[in-house]
């Protein structure tokens, strides 16, 4: 979670750019294109036929790598950064589910580690079992998701506990609004228990953000095409490389977001500006200060 402000920032509020020819000469920034093969499949576009293989931000100048790994049968298994700061492993048990989710980070020389473990209910996680550990402690958080009737979550809130696990220290609650298979909003809010000693863990920040998304393509969401049970279990989580963006069929050109963080309002409203493959998948998307790569394989 505490890096949401970047991921938020750095990704989705992005500036507009004018049309341009690309490197390749085939395509043009900022405008779409009219695919011949525009049945949907799962992601919108074209039926989709890849796997995300690396995302590369350079913010400003600053510029990470996320590689994603996958095993025989192309279920992702691990996500890691060429700076190794982060490291995700994904197992799985033998029904297909995922088993657990282990997220590991190096932020300026302290070492934090999630473990998820999703609880399903017909096939869907209605339950993530979260133990956080930071500094030799560790905290335990429980997460409850509702759904949307499309399918995606509508809510899902995550309780964390004190050290002793028995009473609730903080909460985070997000909700989602959809219209059709695209999200358009993001309420999101971290509060701590009146008159609980919180922990000194990194994550438990008090915060509130909206983030409203609209005009949307029709091609294919590079995020989208990760495992939805990976994005349900890690929404709260996995904030700088995929988070709700993978809520989405499609791609959002403009975004509007709404920060309030330690009582101070921050607000943006800027749009995204994609180039596409022959495929319908984005292979760039470009801003004043920030380019993010799409590789796929």
């Known amino acids: 979670m505490r890096n949401l402000l970047y991921y938020i920032f750095g990704f989705f509020v992005l500036s507009a750019c004018s049309p341009n020819q690309d490197a390749d ?7 779409d294109y009219d695919w011949t093969n525009t049945d949907g499949g799962n ?16 913010d400003a100048g600053e510029v990470v790598t996320y590689t994603y790994t996958y095993n025989a049968n192309k279920k992702l298994t691990g996500i890691t950064t060429d700076d190794n700061n982060l490291k995700i492993n994904i197992t799985y048990l ?9 997220r590991t980070e190096n932020n300026m020389g302290t ?8 609880v399903y209910t017909g096939g869907k996680i209605d339950k993530t079992n979260v133990t956080h550990i930071e500094n030799g402690k560790s905290i335990k958080s429980v997460g409850t998701v509702t759904y949307n009737s499309n ?10 506990y004190d050290e002793s696990n028995t009473k609730i220290a903080a909460n985070f609650a997000s909700t989602f ?3 059709g298979n695209n999200i358009t909003k993001w309420n999101f809010k971290s509060s701590f228990a009146t008159g609980l000693p919180v922990p000194v863990f990194d994550f438990l920040q008090e915060m509130e953000l909206t983030a409203d998304l609209s005009e949307y393509d029709d091609k294919i969401n590079p995020y989208n095409l990760l ?10 989580a996995e904030a700088d490389a995929s988070s709700i963006t993978g809520f989405a069929k499609n791609n959002a050109k403009k975004i509007g977001i ?4 330690a009582g101070t309002p921050m607000a943006d409203s800027q749009s995204v500006v994609y180039i596409y493959d022959k495929d319908g998948y984005p292979t760039t998307a470009t801003s004043k200060d920030v380019v993010t790569k799409f590789v796929y394989q």
């Open 94 to 102: 033998a029904s297909g589910n995922i088993g657990k989710i282990v």
């Open 43 to 58: 992601n919108g576009g074209t039926t989709p036929s890849k796997l995300l293989k690396t995302v590369t931000i350079n």
């Open 151 to 160: 399918g995606w979550p509508s809510a899902v809130k995550e309780d964390i």
């Open 111 to 118: 070492v934090s580690t999630e473990e998820i473990v999703p």
């Open 177 to 179: 609004t959809y219209s």
């Open 258 to 261: 709404t920060v309030v963080f």
């Open 227 to 236: 495992p939805k049970d990976y994005l349900i279990a890690t929404v709260h």
């Open 25 to 31: 000469g085939d395509l043009l920034n900022g405008v």
